[in-house]
T-cell receptor, first 111, second 116 residues
Framework: QQQVKQSPQSLIVQKGGISIINCAYENTAFDYFPWYQQFPGKGPALLIAIRPDVSEKKEGRFTISFNKSAKQFSLHIMDSQPGDSATYFCAATTGTYKYIFGTGTRLKVLA | GAGVSQSPSNKVTEKGKDVELRCDPI?????LYWYRQRLGQGLEFLIYFQGNSAPDKSGLPSDRFSAERTGESVSTLTIQRTQQEDSAVYLCASSLVRMAGGDTQYFGPGTRLTVL
C-alpha cells in the first residue's frame, strides 16, 4: 500500500519528442506528489510537484498530469532535449516528511 | 548560500569495518534526512531529524546503522561492521520547514559506499 510504482524503467526519446513517465499508487492518503530529476553524480533535485486538488500542473516544458480516480500521475516533458537526459523519480507523501519514492526512470534524449 | 554537502564523495571499505558519513545541511534548515539509494533502485528513507525533536529512526535497516545530529547543523551516519549489502549511495537532504503536504527537500551529491 505504501509503494509507488514507476514505469518505464528506461526511456529513449528523440530530440524534440515527448517523454512520458508514469507512476501509480495505492494509498489514497497521499496528498503531495513531487517529481525529482537526478543527473549522474548529483543528488536528486525537485523538478515539479502537484497536489490532488488539481488535474494538471505545467512549468515550462514539464507537465504533471494527475488522475485521482485512477490513482496515477505522470510527467510529460515536451520538446525533449539532450540536456534532459537524467533519471527521474516520482514520489508521494501523506503530508509528513516521509516520501515514498518510485524506482526511477532513466531518460536518454538523442541529439 | 551553499547547498547540502556530503563527505566523503566515495568510500571503499572492507567488510566488517565501521564507516562514518558526514552531511552538512543548508544553513538554517531545521529538517535533515538520510536516504539510501541502491543501484537501480529508488530512495529508501533511513532517518529524519527535525530541530530538537527525537529523530525518526524507523527506516534504519539494522542496529548496525546509527545517526547523530548536532543541533541544527552537521549530521553523521555511522555504519558498524559493514556488509557487502550496505554498498549503495547514501544521500542526505535538508529542508527549511516541514509543512503539511510536503516540503522541498534539497539533496546533497551523496556518498558512494563500496564494501569489498
Amino acid at each position: 500500500q505504501q509503494q509507488v510504482k514507476q514505469s518505464p524503467q528506461s526511456l529513449i526519446v528523440q530530440k524534440g519528442g515527448i517523454s512520458i513517465i508514469n507512476c501509480a499508487y495505492e494509498n489514497t492518503a497521499f496528498d503531495y506528489f513531487p517529481w525529482y530529476q537526478q543527473f549522474p553524480g548529483k543528488g536528486p533535485a525537485l523538478l515539479i510537484a502537484i497536489r490532488p486538488d488539481v488535474s494538471e500542473k505545467k512549468e515550462g516544458r514539464f507537465t504533471i498530469s494527475f488522475n485521482k480516480s485512477a490513482k496515477q500521475f505522470s510527467l510529460h516533458i515536451m520538446d525533449s532535449q539532450p540536456g534532459d537526459s537524467a533519471t527521474y523519480f516520482c514520489a508521494a507523501t501523506t503530508g509528513t516528511y516521509k516520501y515514498i519514492f518510485g524506482t526511477g526512470t532513466r531518460l536518454k534524449v538523442l541529439a | 548560500g551553499a547547498g547540502v554537502s556530503q563527505s566523503p564523495s566515495n568510500k571503499v571499505t572492507e567488510k566488517g569495518k565501521d564507516v562514518e558519513l558526514r552531511c552538512d545541511p543548508i544553513s538554517g534548515h531545521t529538517a535533515l534526512y538520510w536516504y539510501r539509494q541502491r543501484l537501480g533502485q529508488g530512495l529508501e528513507f533511513l532517518i529524519y531529524f527535525q530541530g530538537n525533536s527525537a529523530p525518526d529512526k524507523s527506516g534504519l535497516p539494522s542496529d548496525r546503522f546509527s545517526a547523530e545530529r548536532t543541533g541544527e547543523s552537521v549530521s553523521t551516519l555511522t555504519i558498524q561492521r559493514t556488509q557487502q549489502e550496505d554498498s549503495a549511495v547514501y544521500l542526505c537532504a535538508s529542508s527549511l520547514v516541514r509543512m503539511a503536504g510536503g516540503d522541498t527537500q534539497y539533496f546533497g551529491p551523496g556518498t558512494r559506499l563500496t564494501v569489498l
